[in-house]
């Protein structure tokens, strides 16, 4: 069969001859964990390696604004680095063209590819347990709304009073921490989970209410199922609560 190429560049492409339309894994580890807004075949959580997580990209178009930049996810070489999110596997061209805008577009992302360590494998949906190739947009010190290392304190500020067209800031992170704790318990994130600290302290100290932060709950996401559950954008919630606590992968 002819090799089938997925387009990032959205310039549509499928096999030649056989016309199946391309399949590719997408890494999420930011709004992507808690709300894709792409449909997909299935969702898998898991971690890459090399990598960690930091709050370090602005942010004018979805969660500030260009008088006050949001803060929001990117991720940072280390190679000790471990970095816990969710997989997508989508097939044809609209995610990608959705993602293009979105994220590059929009939020200064560019693509990579890197692998992707499955949490669970499924012998008979072939999830072997490992790595495989995924895209993944990163946020690198070359676009125009780079911040980099700032102080934690200084970023849970800019978190707390920073609101754009997707919503608050706080959602933002919040819904990444719940995301976090609810499939992937125990995984380790001390940047996000300090942030999150200070960011509730910070909206307690203002005498807000967090909850009226956080807009309305995203449908929520059936994980780790290993069936083709070709979900429009409406996900089916499961409860999913993984069987042991994740250790923290200090490799
Ligand atoms: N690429 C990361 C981060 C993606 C991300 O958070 N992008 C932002 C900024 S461009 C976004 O799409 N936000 C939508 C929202 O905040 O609702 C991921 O895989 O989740």
Avoid at 18 to 39: D, R
Avoid at 48 to 68: A, D, P
Avoid at 181 to 196: I, N, V
Wanted: glycine share 8%; net charge neutral; with cysteine.
């Amino acid at each position: 069969m002819a090799a089938v190429q997925v387009d990032i560049n959205n310039n549509n492409s499928r096999s030649s001859d056989s016309g199946v339309e391309a399949s590719v894994w997408i890494f999420g580890y930011g709004s992507l964990c808690w709300y894709p807004g792409f449909e997909y075949d299935k969702c898998i959580t898991g971690y890459i390696r090399g990598y960690v997580r930091r709050f370090w990209q602005g942010n004018t178009t979805h969660r500030g604004t260009l008088e006050k930049p949001g803060r929001v996810a990117t991720l940072i070489e280390d190679k000790e680095g471990i970095t816990w999110g969710c997989a997508f596997k989508v097939t044809g061209q609209l995610a990608l063209d959705y993602l293009k805008q979105r994220e590059c577009t929009l939020g200064g992302y560019q693509t990579d590819y890197i692998r992707f360590y499955p949490r669970k494998a499924s012998e008979w949906s072939g999830i072997s347990g490992q790595a495989f190739p995924a895209l993944v947009y990163i946020a690198t010190p070359k676009n125009d709304l780079w911040i980099g290392e700032e102080p934690l304190v200084e970023t849970a500020r800019q978190i707390a009073e920073c609101q754009g067209p997707s919503g608050h800031n706080v959602e933002y992170l919040i819904r990444l921490a719940i995301f976090m704790r609810e499939e992937l318990p125990g995984a380790c994130d001390e940047h996000l989970f300090e942030l999150e600290g200070l960011v509730r302290r910070f909206v307690a100290e203002a005498n807000v209410a967090i909850t009226s932060l956080l807009g309305n709950a995203p449908r929520r996401i059936r994980r780790d199922s290993h069936e083709e559950v070709r979900r429009h954008v409406s996900f089916e919630f499961t409860a999913r609560v993984p069987e042991k606590k994740l250790r923290c992968l200090h490799i």
